[in-house]
């Protein structure tokens, strides 16, 4: 059973930083294909990041030069580091795993419950 547990979230001002974190269980890490969505009120889930198993890296272009994600496969753990927070990137961003053999499939991937970044103006 996959499990994603997410965790670091919170509120901070305009212009500031956040990292948040995702840990991993019930998968082999190291084959799976990670990565953050997020969903703002009202909102559809958009792609925020994936990293592939070799670390190869996809951001959507209103991240971009913004957050970085990263992956510690010894920790089955993933992060996102949030710089030059705007009050538009406020939602609750979700934890996603999929295995890279079906990668191209995203609804096999799994979900974490999420955690909400709030960024104040």
């Not at 996959?2 to 901070?12: A, M, P, Y």
Request: with cysteine; hydrophobic share 35%.
């Amino acid at each position: 059973q996959v499990q994603l547990v997410e965790f670091g979230g919170g509120l901070v001002q305009a212009g500031g930083s956040l990292r948040i974190s995702c840990v991993a269980s019930g998968i082999i890490f190291s084959t799976y294909v990670m990565g953050w969505y997020r969903q703002a009120p009202g909102e559809q889930r958009e792609l925020v990041a994936l990293i592939t198993p070799g670390s190869s890296t996809t951001y959507a272009d209103f991240v971009k030069g913004r957050f970085t994600i990263s992956r510690e496969n010894g920790k089955s753990t993933i992060h996102l580091q949030m710089n030059s927070l705007k009050p538009e990137d406020t939602a609750v961003y979700y934890c996603y795993a999929v295995p890279l053999a079906v990668a191209q499939h995203p609804d096999l991937g799994s979900w974490g419950q999420g955690t909400q970044v709030t960024v104040s103006s």
